[in-house]
């Protein structure tokens, strides 16, 4: 049974690249597990192996870091969180002749990408159309969250989405006014 397993996981990358700078070197083939044992009885034989950091056990250098898709998820920034706040106006022919929105969005502990992205969500917010009245006020608010990035688009298919949502709701009123209420709909 190998000793202290965890630890083991942890330097795996960095004893595997040793072992082939060894093989590289044209040294004795040595193997990961071969390796660890002749740290554990010998570099480190009077330490606290299960209280050592990996600076201390010699890996000094870069490890290759592979993510789990949870740890991904909880370790790296996400899309800034952002409440949006949007109020159309529409002639009866459909026209959007009026937008009124507020933007808030959480940077997180820091203002890194958040300025751009809350640029192109200012801008998109109104969506693709000639719009002759529209205004949008648009706040990047610092909290103690992890802090927001910036993805494909830079806060423009935020923008987008709340705009496309706002038109979908403006065409449904007008199914239910030429419909009238309580008619059956398709699924």
Not at 59 to 84: F, M, N, T, Y
Not at 167 to 181: D, V, Y
């Amino acid at each position: 049974m190998m000793s202290y397993p965890e630890k083991y996981e942890q330097v795996l990358p960095a004893l595997e690249s040793k072992c082939s700078e060894f093989t590289y070197l044209q040294y004795e083939t040595f193997t990961p597990e071969a390796l660890w044992d002749y740290c554990l009885k010998k570099a480190w034989k009077k330490k606290k192996v299960e209280d050592m950091r990996l600076h201390e056990m010699g890996i000094d250098r870069p490890l290759r870091i592979i993510w789990s898709r949870a740890e991904s998820i909880i370790g790296h920034h996400k899309r800034h969180q952002a409440v949006v706040r949007t109020k159309w106006g529409a002639t009866k022919a459909g026209k959007v002749t009026a937008v009124a929105a507020a933007v808030y969005m959480d940077s997180g502990a820091y203002a890194y990408t958040s300025t751009k992205v809350l640029g192109n969500f200012h801008l998109m917010v109104t969506g693709p159309y000639e719009i002759p009245n529209a205004h949008v006020d648009s706040y990047t608010i610092t909290t103690n969250n992890v802090p927001g990035g910036a993805f494909r688009g830079f806060g423009g298919p935020q923008g987008a989405f709340a705009a496309e949502n706002q038109m979908l709701r403006a065409k449904l009123s007008q199914i239910e006014a030429i419909l009238g209420p309580g008619t059956p709909r398709p699924n």
